[in-house]
């Protein structure tokens, strides 16, 4: 198969005039981009001391491999329907082609609030973790609005100039993450970690010892942005080889990378100590991680750790505002949204007006976050994560039902692939509705907050599911025929 052709950065218009974006993104990049985005350090820190703390203990590494299971499956009929899904836009691209356009425009306005939340979330993890390392340093104690706000811009700025310089700066980022984490990880295994490597996380007494539905649901939010794979289609130098490769590789590295470090921690603490350990850290404000990072690597890499650790959630946030735009830039191109949104920089090659639509937006939540006097980490980051985890599980869910539908309908697309047209999509939809009950049972869990506030919040991804169909509808209606995002 030939290489196509590439437009370079600043094209504009495809053959039909309508505007698209343009680069040479490889497997490595978007996989970098992906996995910034599930900010895996960030996940280490927060998600497994919550699933370990609140879960099944020891067994909680068995939460992060089913999670990646699910997700495996979910991607198999993902990456088949590639091929005849041309226009990037990840899951609303998909809906809209196996399910119709007013579904796939209520899925854009699900992802658009999922992702809006997760960044905005991120902003204010983002702001205690520089707050909190400046104090450890014996700075002064500055509110956490200040750094977000720093924050939004400098990702406004990166966000604006061309995709591959953001993949550079993420790429940088990542491999520094990973690197502390896979030496703290090193050098548990190699010195025993607290009473040995005994492998209980991985017996039936562990697995069972909590309740592991919490871990999965911790393990899910890890995962949430690798599909984005899809968003940059455009961009990508080989779209129907460069997506689906990244796909999996992104749900395998990060899934392992999961699981294995997950295991890590709890061997370093010892496994019967585990539980305990972590819901003391929970209670008290400490860092499993850096205290872990502090026992096995010594004070100096324990610093870096919580340095790298403020670099994960910029690379996250980074990576979603890098999302988010494209999605909105779709959505315009199609003629969904303002035209103003579907330009293309022409010198820069990115959705620039769409760019600083976005850092707008976030700007106006972090603002009104700080007046309100929100918690940076429960109400913050903890309300928004409740929020995307529930639409990023419907919105997967919704995909794996477009996936089934789309084939079902054009036998000569399925050519007789039972497995990966039928099978992948029907135990997708199974293994998420699973994880979609996991999350909504345990959601104040997640949300840190009431009963009544974490039902508001996981009604947000359902209202704008709806109000997307409706103004699919409307728009349809008023012109008389089905639009072209609506098709």
């Known amino acids: 198969m030939t290489q196509p052709e590439v437009a370079r950065p600043g094209t504009t218009g495809d053959a039909s005039g309508k505007p698209r974006l343009s680069g040479r993104l490889g497997v490595g990049s978007i996989v970098f981009m992906v996995i910034a985005a599930a900010a895996p350090l960030t996940v280490i820190g927060g998600n497994v001391p919550l699933a370990i703390g609140s879960g099944n203990g020891a067994g909680a590494p068995v939460g992060f491999v089913l999670a990646a299971l699910v997700l495996l499956v979910?991607?198999?009929?993902?990456?088949?329907?590639?091929?005849?899904?041309?226009?990037?836009?990840?899951?609303?691209?998909?809906?809209?082609?196996?399910l119709g356009g007013r579904l796939g425009m209520g899925t854009a306005y699900v992802a658009l609030v999922a992702y809006t939340a997760i960044q905005v979330g991120m902003y204010g993890y983002f702001g205690w973790a520089?707050?909190?390392?400046?104090t450890h340093y014996g700075g002064p104690a500055i509110p956490w609005w200040v750094f977000a706000l720093g924050g939004v811009v400098v990702v406004g700025l990166l966000g604006y100039r061309h995709i591959e310089l953001s993949s550079k700066v993420l790429g940088v980022a990542l491999v520094l993450e990973i690197a502390i984490v896979v030496a703290l990880d090193a050098a548990i295994f190699a010195k025993g970690g607290a009473n040995g490597i005994t492998g209980t996380s991985f017996t039936p007494d562990a697995i069972g010892s909590g309740p592991l539905g919490i871990a999965?649901?911790?393990?899910?939010?890890?995962?949430?942005?690798?599909?984005?794979?899809?968003v940059f289609r455009d961009e990508a130098r080989d779209p129907e080889r460069t997506i689906p490769r990244a796909t999996y590789l992104a749900v395998g590295i990060i899934g392992v990378f999961y699981a294995l470090s997950c295991w890590a921690i709890i061997e370093g603490v010892g496994a019967s100590q585990a539980n305990a350990v972590a819901t003391t850290a929970l209670s008290n404000?400490?860092?499993m991680l850096l205290d872990s990072a502090g026992?096995?690597?010594?004070?100096?890499?324990?610093?870096?750790?919580?340095?790298?650790?403020?670099?994960?959630?910029?690379?996250?946030?980074?990576?979603?505002?890098?999302?988010?735009?494209?999605?909105?830039?779709?959505?315009?191109?199609?003629?969904?949204?303002?035209?103003?949104?579907?330009?293309v920089h022409p010198v820069q090659g990115s959705p620039a007006a769409s760019s600083l639509a976005q850092s707008?937006?976030?700007?106006?939540?972090?603002?009104?976050?700080?007046?309100?006097?929100?918690?940076?980490?429960?109400?913050?980051?903890?309300?928004?994560?409740?929020?995307?985890?529930?639409?990023?599980?419907?919105?997967?869910?919704?995909?794996?039902?477009?996936v089934f539908a789309f084939f079902q309908r054009d036998p000569q697309a399925r050519?007789?692939?039972?497995?990966?047209?039928?099978?992948?999509?029907?135990?997708?939809?199974?293994?998420?509705?699973?994880?979609?009950?996991?999350?909504?049972?345990?959601?104040?869990?997640?949300?840190?907050?009431?009963?009544?506030?974490?039902?508001?919040?996981?009604?947000?991804?359902?209202?704008?599911?709806?109000?997307?169909?409706?103004?699919?509808?409307?728009?349809?209606?008023?012109?008389?025929?089905?639009?072209?995002?609506?098709?």
């Open 360 to 402: 707008t937006t976030a700007l106006v939540f972090v603002v009104v976050f700080a007046l309100v006097g929100l918690d940076p980490l429960v109400g913050v980051f903890g309300s928004m994560a409740g929020v995307s985890t529930v639409g990023m599980v419907l919105l997967m869910l919704l995909t794996s039902v477009a």
């Open 74 to 98: 979910f991607s198999i009929g993902f990456v088949t329907m590639t091929p005849h899904v041309k226009d990037a836009g990840a899951f609303y691209s998909y809906v809209t082609k196996g």
């Open 130 to 134: 520089i707050g909190d390392l400046v």
């Open 415 to 487: 050519r007789g692939r039972v497995m990966t047209t039928v099978v992948a999509p029907i135990a997708a939809v199974v293994g998420l509705v699973a994880s979609l009950w996991l999350v909504i049972s345990n959601f104040t869990l997640v949300t840190g907050g009431s009963v009544g506030v974490s039902v508001f919040l996981a009604l947000i991804p359902v209202v704008a599911l709806v109000a997307g169909v409706l103004i699919g509808a409307s728009r349809a209606g008023r012109s008389g025929s089905t639009p072209a995002a609506a098709r």
């Open 285 to 287: 404000g400490g860092n």
């Open 216 to 230: 999965v649901l911790f393990a899910l939010t890890g995962f949430i942005g690798f599909e984005a794979t899809a």
């Open 295 to 343: 026992t096995y690597l010594g004070t100096v890499l324990r610093d870096i750790m919580q340095v790298l650790l403020c670099t994960s959630v910029f690379a996250c946030v980074l990576s979603f505002h890098n999302v988010i735009a494209r999605y909105q830039f779709a959505l315009a191109a199609q003629g969904s949204f303002p035209a103003a949104l579907g330009r």
